[in-house]
């Protein structure tokens, strides 16, 4: 069953601590991505990965901080630098233009 | 930074009854996707159009492209209150990387 899993579904945070929130994908695809979303407002991209061992910042990465070690793998680090981390985490993973999406992250601090 | 801009914000019909969203942007692009997002879900893709193209129809989805606008339109016939959900569409500029807009939220009524 092909597809991208995130991990966990709800995480809390208290202020101070940095979390890791996984993102797992088997579509053998090469490039993947982690986006922000605030209630009523579209996607903003965080980092990306167009291949293993290689990510790239994008609009917003202040805060964050990712590794791509596997291919199937790209986790997410919400540090403590990142002053307002109460939002929607999704990753999603693409091969051509088309982006395939996780069910999320709702990442609450405490 | 935003480059796809939807417009109507919120959009409400009665099941049945067609329903139209409008995508603006700013740059010249590759192509256009639109997605759509169930409540607290990851977003699933419905249908990309490229930049040389007009028109695309996808089962109830008809998109419409007009590059010299700067616009797009997506058509759902014969809406059905499983379509009620948040769609958005996402311009792609620099190679894989998308730009999406704040979205439309469509409630279909039963």
């Known amino acids: 069953d092909g597809g991208i899993t995130q991990s966990p579904k709800y995480l809390f945070r208290k202020e101070g601590q940095n979390v890791t929130l996984s993102c797992e994908q088997n579509l053998n695809h090469d490039a993947m991505y982690w986006y922000r979303q605030d209630p009523g407002q579209g996607l903003r991209l965080i980092y990306y990965?167009?291949?293993?061992?290689?990510?790239q910042k994008g609009d917003i990465a202040e805060g964050y901080s990712v590794s791509r070690e596997k291919k199937e793998s790209f986790p997410l680090t919400v540090t403590s630098a990142q002053k307002n981390p109460t939002a929607f985490y999704l990753c999603?993973?693409?091969?051509?233009?088309?982006?395939?999406f996780g069910p999320g992250t709702r990442l609450t601090v405490l | 930074s935003q480059q796809g801009e939807e417009d109507p914000q919120a959009l409400s019909i009665q099941e049945g009854e067609n329903a139209t969203m409008n995508c603006s942007y700013k740059?010249?692009?590759?192509?256009l996707q639109w997605y759509r997002q169930n409540s607290g879900r990851g977003l699933v893709h419905l249908i990309l159009i490229r930049s040389n193209e007009r028109e695309k129809h996808s089962g109830r989805l008809r998109v419409t492209l007009d590059t010299s606008k700067k616009s797009s339109s997506l058509l759902i016939t014969a809406s059905r209150a499983a379509d009620t959900a948040s769609y958005f569409c996402a311009t792609d500029k620099y190679g894989n990387k998308l730009v999406f807009g704040a979205g439309t939220i469509l409630r279909v009524k039963s």
């Open positions: 999603a993973s693409s091969i051509d233009s088309e982006q395939f």
């Open positions: 740059t010249s692009i590759n192509n």
């Open positions: 990965s167009q291949i293993v061992n290689d990510f």
